[in-house]
């Protein structure tokens, strides 16, 4: 069982949690994630790791409110326990030396890119972090990326902070502007997509990391597949992060609409749960 030493609203219906995890802690890389399962009943839910604390075993996730489990996930306390927190998963983000790095994230992707320029800024590159969502207030952790980028770009659906539009307009200017030598972006797939035709246009070799839909994270129930230049890749042991621009973003869409009318369902009776515990009360 794994503890939850601290619990924080950063943002509408976005959490951090610290969890319990010494081994994570200890081994966790920029770019790795977590599966966790909050009971025996509970389904397998991966999570980027967005930061570590190995001197007290602490492992910070980010979550947004966006289905059963996650929701469940907020619903619980200071003090309660996870039953499964298993990690670190995946690749670990190159880091190295390029130059000039542009990281683009949207929405709670930015939890995720988080980790990724604090190591890329250590190994001596230039970060230009560009930011987008719908409006000011869903933005999260200003704060952390002002400390970890040369500078910070917004961009708003309505005009709130930074520029009034979508961050490949953002990304645009900058690439106009000076020379870029890689392009870091995560967030929605429609997002992804958009920067990496940008970018593809210009030739700059830019990664995305995939949050497909996954199962065991061992690459052996094959629930993630994803197609990177022509070739079936599995995100949990290949990726998350691969070349966008041999991405195959239409198969990844439709993939991940597959079982939105089940997770409506699963949402529905959780949601009726809840207001029955309320009733008893």
């Known amino acids: 069982m794994y503890k939850i030493i601290s619990k924080k609203e950063i943002g509408p219906k976005v959490r951090t949690y610290e969890i319990c995890a010494p081994e994570i802690a200890r081994n966790a ?61 995946g690749r670990p983000t190159e880091i190295k030396k390029y130059g000039t790095v542009v990281a683009v994230a949207g929405g709670v992707g930015t939890a995720e890119v988080l980790p990724v ?24 952790l200003e704060d952390e990326l002002k400390r970890e980028s040369d500078l910070l770009l917004f961009a708003t659906n309505d005009g709130t902070l930074g520029i009034k539009g979508f961050v490949t307009a953002v990304l645009k200017d900058v690439i106009s502007r000076e020379k870029i030598d890689i392009v870091y972006a995560i967030g929605p797939v429609p997002m992804m997509k958009a920067v990496a035709e940008l970018t593809m246009l210009k030739r700059i070799k830019t990664l995305v990391s995939l949050s497909p839909i996954m199962l065991d994270g061992t690459g052996m129930c094959g629930a993630c597949r994803v197609s990177i230049g022509g070739k079936m890749k599995f995100v949990c042991v290949d990726g998350p992060e691969f070349d966008a621009h041999y991405v195959n973003w239409e198969e990844l869409a439709s993939r991940l609409e597959l079982f939105k009318n089940l997770e409506k369902i699963s949402v529905d009776k959780f949601k009726y749960s809840q207001e029955c515990k309320c009733h008893k009360k």
Do not use: H, W
Not at 117 to 140: H, P, S, Y
């Open 29 to 89: 890389k920029a770019g790795q994630f977590v599966i966790f399962r909050i009971d025996d009943k509970g389904e397998r839910v991966p999570l980027t790791v967005a930061g570590t604390d190995p001197q007290k075993g602490l492992v910070r996730i980010i979550f947004q409110e966006v289905g059963k489990s996650t929701m469940q996930l907020a619903s619980l306390c200071e003090g309660d326990c996870i039953k499964d927190f298993a990690g670190p998963l």
């Open 117 to 140: 320029i604090k190591e890329l800024k250590q190994a001596g590159n230039r970060i230009i972090t560009v930011v987008g969502a719908r409006c000011k207030d869903l933005i999260i």
